[in-house]
């Protein structure tokens, strides 16, 4: 009896001792969620309830006031917010069609299609996300303005046109240069796509003596229809929220959308955050729906999953003697909407003034533009911040996803799902109205951030962080709970395992996001915009500060060095994320 009653105080003992290693262990896991809840929470919500509170008041941030409902009387009682709209949804929708048409053209050149020189194709049509949305847009004008285009140049001179054809300020030149410039997204996804369509099921649909057209729309088409809804949806919430082309573009013809009207109000003197908050509300309701229908698409997608697990290539179409054609065609695509403008921008960098080129332009090449960025202490201001801000936001946003996704994926914490859905949002957040959220928050609560680098930093981890999040869900579901499972029967604890086990085996991925983070910070406009004040400006707000100045020359100069730079940065992204492809299959 003495020996059963040491037995089972053993027993208790040891089923103590294992439940209070699970408590810790709870307890722990709850503290790392309900800290990475509250940051996420913090990023996301908060400054979106602080814009929402500045549109029910009537005074400016930090200030006492009271409450009203004029902003809206002023805001949506005026007929401009509805053209406003109009133009943007407008904006939106046609450039995301031309983007969708000639990016899903050229995936099916390269992937479907024996069109020679694919690989050269593939590597062009990456070119465009190298290049600051801004000088893009800067290099439309120089080829399209009714005074200096130099497409309309050479189009009067050949034709004997009294007038310039084409007019860059106007709508239709807003649309055409988002457009194009935007190719990159939907090639990729859409490669992706006809890269994963099963050859058998066109091999039957051959077999049953049907049509290529009929067998485009009965079968293909169908089976990549929730990729391209998903992709047209993503088109449409960057359309919403870019503001290169509106600001360059759309400002001086008189066009108004949502990014510009707000970016207006914050220039206007006395500054009317109000009145600015408010337009947001609208914008941001727009973007919310998209993402919401983005969501709902891809989930549907899964049941369209064409991939099994037996190996096979997709079916390459043998286009013959067209397939010269095609090729012809899709360099003439990639002259005008890749090259030409790059080839402009570059021109403009060595010339001692902009002017068409000639021969006897090209004589007086030089380098003094360049000399000139280097000895600019702007620009090396400017490229400190953009690397401080860059860098450290990358780095706070991979690690605040591996947290994330590692709640997500391996735990099953009640709220986990709603963190990830949270963690999502801001990617539903345009540029222009997540910096005036941050700008209510940080003129209101008493927290130094405003106008320092800190408030640049915070914007672009929460812009950004569903991008890395994305990376790092994907790369952690490939690793194995077996391996963390055989860790914690030696006693270590769930961090140790997280840090010694789950990120070296994922650091592939986390690199990747990390440096694709660093290349937007040098990009994107539409945020520092509005939060960058002198001595904490970046490099896209100096182009646009120099355009603005008529520094035309200087700014291709300091674009070229800036691209050059994010061609080094996706370079090394790429090598990362070829390298981890391969330790993928092995």
Known sequence: MSQIAEIATGGQIVRRAGLLSLSRRLTWRHGALAIIALVVVYLTLVPLGMILYGTLTDGPPGTGASFTLQNYVRAYGSPDIFRAAFNSVSFAVLSGIISFIIGCYLAWVTERTNTPFKGVIYIAVLVPFLVPGILTTISWVFLLSPNIGLINKVAESLFGLDKPPFNIYSFAGMVWTFGIDHITLPFLLMAAAFRSMDPTLEEAASISSMGPLRQFYQINLKIMFPSILATCLLLFVRGIETFEAPAVIGIPAGIPVFATEIFL?????????????????????????????????????????????????????????????????????????????????????????????????????????????????????????????????????????????????????????????????????????????????????????????????????????????????????????????????????????????????????????????LTLTFKVLSIPILLSHVGTEVLPVLIFSLYQSGGITELCAMGVILTIFIAVVAGLTRLISARFAIKAGE
């Open 265 to 517: 109000a914050l220039r206007r003197a006395p500054t009317d955050y109000n009145l600015a908050g408010t337009y947001s509300t609208a914008y941001l309701l727009i973007t919310v729906i998209g993402v919401l229908l983005y969501l709902r698409v891809t989930r549907v997608a899964e049941k369209f999953a064409t991939i099994t697990g037996k190996a096979y290539r997709p079916r390459v179409i043998d286009l013959g003697t067209w397939r010269y054609g095609v090729l012809c065609l899709t360099m003439l695509v990639l002259f005008i909407g890749v090259f030409l403008p790059l080839a402009i921008v570059l021109w403009a960098s060595f010339m001692p003034f902009y002017a068409q080129p000639s021969w006897h332009m090209l004589s007086m090449a030089t380098f003094a533009n360049y000399v000139a960025v280097f000895e600019l202490d702007e620009f090396y201001r400017a490229f400190w911040n953009n690397l401080v801000t860059g860098v450290s936001a990358a780095t706070i946003a991979v690690l605040l996803s591996v947290g994330i996704a590692w709640i997500v994926i391996r735990t099953d914490i009640p709220g986990r799902k709603m963190l990830d859905i949270i963690a999502f949002t801001p990617i539903a957040l345009p540029g222009v109205v997540l910096s005036l959220a941050l700008l209510w928050l940080y003129l209101t609560v008493p927290l130094p951030v405003y106008g320092t680098l800190w408030i640049l930093i915070i914007a672009f981890v929460t812009k950004f962080i569903p991008i890395s999040l994305r990376v790092v869900h994907a790369s952690m579901l490939q690793v194995h709970k077996e391996l963390e499972e055989a860790a914690e029967l030696s006693s270590s604890s769930w961090l140790r395992n997280l840090f010694s086990i789950v990120v070296p085996l994922i650091l592939p991925g986390l690199l990747v996001g990390w440096l694709y983070i």
